[in-house]
């Protein structure tokens, strides 16, 4: 499903869909603004993950304007979608008034801007919305982990290593989710565990250690201070 590009974000919708405000840099900012409503919210784990793919989806089909708070309902809504998706619960911490009033509306209409918007973004994704996220991929990857803490330190590890990859413009056209996932991993079990791949990890994930490398080591130069050292032979198969 993953590989399926009518399922995945334009590599290049910003160069080639939207016009000269939308820069990588307004997305960033919208990434970071969603990623506020999340955490005010408290919304579902995963729902950051899945808000993102819906906007890059619809910013690949759906040019913008310089207006901040339309964008900022565009990202907002994004999250409202991705958080029903996540959990059904949703609406009972929820509602289209809060969203709006997060992106500073204030009228009585505002309920109905943020149903509009909604129906614009499903319509822009064709009403599928379950393409898998990395998030996904971490937690299908560590599903045989038991409670050991360990186990429990390398999983949220690599979620925050995957999370931080939304940010970055360019690895939502370098690497599919489950790479991402991979290589979060990989740096995971590094950090925590001083463990290099394994042959287990390979045939679980579907990846050779020397497949991930370039996704690696592009996650690895964005940890601020990294307290280990990356190595060539990390990726390179024992003899």
């Excluded at 993102?52 to 310089?66: F, K």
């Excluded at 599903?143 to 186990?151: A, I, L, N, S």
Aim: glycine share 4%.
């Amino acid at each position: 499903m993953e590989r399926n590009t009518k399922e995945r974000p334009s590599p290049h919708f910003l160069e080639m869909i939207q016009p000269g405000y939308m820069t990588v840099e307004v997305r960033t900012s919208m990434i970071r603004f969603m990623a506020g409503l999340t955490k005010q919210q408290d919304l579902a784990a995963g729902t950051l993950h899945r808000a993102a793919y819906y906007l890059d989806r619809y910013l690949s089909v759906t040019p913008q304007s310089d207006d901040r708070m339309r964008l900022c309902l565009v990202g907002a809504t994004a999250v409202f979608l991705a958080a029903k998706y996540e959990d059904r619960s949703t609406v009972s911490k929820l509602n289209a008034s809060a969203v709006a009033t997060y992106c500073g509306y204030i009228g009585e209409t505002r309920n109905r801007l943020v149903a509009c918007m909604e129906n614009e973004i499903l319509t822009a994704l064709d009403y599928n919305l379950s393409g898998p996220t990395a998030y996904t991929f971490v937690e299908h990857f560590t599903r045989y982990y038991g409670q050991e803490m360990e186990d429990q330190v390398v999983q949220q590890a690599a979620h925050r290593l995957a999370e931080s990859t939304l940010h970055d413009y360019g690895f939502r056209a370098r690497s599919l989710p489950s790479v991402v996932a991979a290589s979060a991993i990989f740096l995971a079990r590094l950090h925590v565990l001083c463990e290099r791949w394994s042959k287990e990890l390979e045939s679980l994930t579907g990846y050779k250690a020397i497949e991930l490398m370039d996704c690696v080591c592009n996650i690895y130069n964005r940890i601020p201070n990294p307290r280990f050292q990356l190595y060539r032979e990390y990726f390179l198969e024992d003899p």
